[in-house]
């Protein structure tokens, strides 16, 4: 028995949660980001332990980590100064990417500029063919010259994206020993070994993300590794991942590509804990932290996954949680633009200076500041005493807007809140038109520094039913990296008609897919097991969906069956199915997983009486000042109802219940929080 420790960095706070084996208790802790020096906050979190809970590094038996530094090197674009090689004639495939305008609402928006500038693309001779045979060998002058441009323009590192690589990767090794002996002090990056799918852009613009952030990744895990090692934290770290797993951190070094949404991921695999806990069916995670608000959809305890995400301005292709971006986050500044039109973001205050109200230096009201300014937060502790709440800060930034408006600071405060849910109700809307669900069936899960706040707020508009708010909704991002099971993707393209030819090559296929599986589960040490699914489509459609399988379908060469399983799941995405009608197999695709071990949630006490707030304080909420009861999470216990409105303040968040609304306390601490109508 040890304790495990679930580190994620935020925005405005890095989360810890600590997980007691020996008795399945879970403790959080919040500090502050540093986005100037990546890692210090990891090692200022492991001091704080220490000297708070008594907890030394040596008696932390397991270690995982979620980082945005691969995201933030994308989007700020402070990765390598990378070189592109292409097959002749398809240098401008990051230009032309699928032709599509950014915004086809707006017929002047533009296309991001590629991280790789026509300049510095490169076409060589030689040509695999569509069935993988090769045309045209590689032509070794063409490959030196293409370096020798990439070595005058300044190129750092080398992406090789060939021609129908994901079929046959024999032209991309071969320049990549071309390049390592004519440059050997030069990195190579290939897309058949990032991550090799059918179509060239979708490959090439994967791998070209992929090198774009590798050494700034590399850098920061072997900084960690050794960082931890020296604080005398014995376990290898382990990352979070995309796909909601876990990987050895060496592995991220080299893949890193694969966790470059770790951080993101591990909220939706904690909410997705939360909800089989619960017994939830149907759920949708909120996630709102210091710069932005994620939405997630949980089906049966389960996340939905997805490819294209968005990584800054750009999609990449690999299997990931899938996570819509739908909102601001507690530090989106608000402002007045030049039409006197009240705005919310998309700038953030961020962890520094941070809001006003952290008294960090901070001069702009935001989200936050806005439920200081309200009187919803400043009468207890916030962010484990990170913070000292400023209220006249708060207030004084306010007033500065109101005055802009014309109006008092409580009304536009508020507004800020509205305009808020209302960028998320938007963003929801899109959500639910693409998974064809109805909102009112589902319960929100609340979680991060500021989801509980705006959650009841945004359910009621949703016309939802319920919120759900987990005992540590502020660390739960870091719990769910405890959680999250040890898990890699294997993809081989099939690109045939399923019918009886095919079968051989499903069959090869899935053994040698298998075998992957197999052997990286055996790398780390961990037992587990083998999901199969496919890629599949209407003969003529040009867009695929993923089937699960069940690998006896294709070892027994069971076609009707991989047919039915197609169009069930077509039928379910889409209302239809054409069971007359030819499908195609695109790609093949095998998860392999290992089980790590899960808390035990611990079971509050039951209530012996009613619930007592520890104080009343005065609030403005739903468009008036009211006598709020203030409850202080550490006193509820499971039974315990009240109605709102009220304020139900903790140590890593505050939940805000307009009125209307109700709240029960469970079993496990959750806040189950139903909805009611707004304030006349």
Known sequence: MG???????????????????????????????????????????????????????????????????????VIQRRGLRLGLITTEGFVDVLELARLKIADMYDLFSRRPDPLVPRERVFGIGGRIGPDGAELRAVDRASVLAALQRAQATGCEALVVSLLHSYRNPAHEQAVKAILAEAAPELPVFLSCETWPIIREYERTVTAVVGGYVQPRVAHYLTSLQQALKNAGVAPEPRITKSNGGVMAAEQGKADCIQMILSG????????????RSAGLKKALSLDIGGTSADVALIIDGQPQYGVGETIGEFQIYIPSVSVSSIGEGGGSVAWVDSLGVLKVGPESAGSSPGPVCYGRGGQKPTVTDSFVACGLIGASELGYNAVRVDIVAARAAFATLAQKLGADIEPVAEAVQQICVSGMYTGISALVSRFGIDPREFTLIAFGGAGPMLAPMLARSLGMAEVLVPPTPGVLSALGGLVADLKNDFIRTIYSDLDAATVPVLQETLVALQAQGRAWLEGEGAAG??????????????????????????????????????????????????RKAAVQLINLRLVAQGDTPKPVLPRLPAADGEAVPSASIEAWLDGAMRRVPLHHRRDLRAGHAFPGPAVIAQDDCTTVVPPGCTVRVDELGNLRITVGERAA
């Open 3 to 73: 304790i495990r420790v679930g580190v994620d960095i935020g925005g405005s706070f890095t989360d810890f949660a600590v997980l007691d084996e020996a008795d399945g208790s879970v403790r959080a802790l919040k500090v502050f980001s540093r986005p100037d020096q990546p890692g210090q906050e990891v090692m200022e979190g492991l001091r704080q332990l220490e000297a708070r809970h008594g907890i030394p590094p040596s008696a932390i038996s397991y270690f995982t980590h979620g980082t945005t530094v691969g995201v933030n090197a």
């Open 264 to 275: 993101t991921a591990s909220g939706v695999i904690g909410a997705a804990f939360v909800a």
């Open 529 to 578: 097991d083998t999901l199969v699914t496919a890629d599949m489509r209407y003969q003529g459609q040009s867009f695929e969906i993923e089937v699960p399988l069940q690998a006896a379908w294709i070892a027994a060469g069971n076609l009707a069956a991989l047919r039915e399983a197609f169009h069930d799941r077509h039928a379910a995405l889409f209302g239809h199915a054409d």
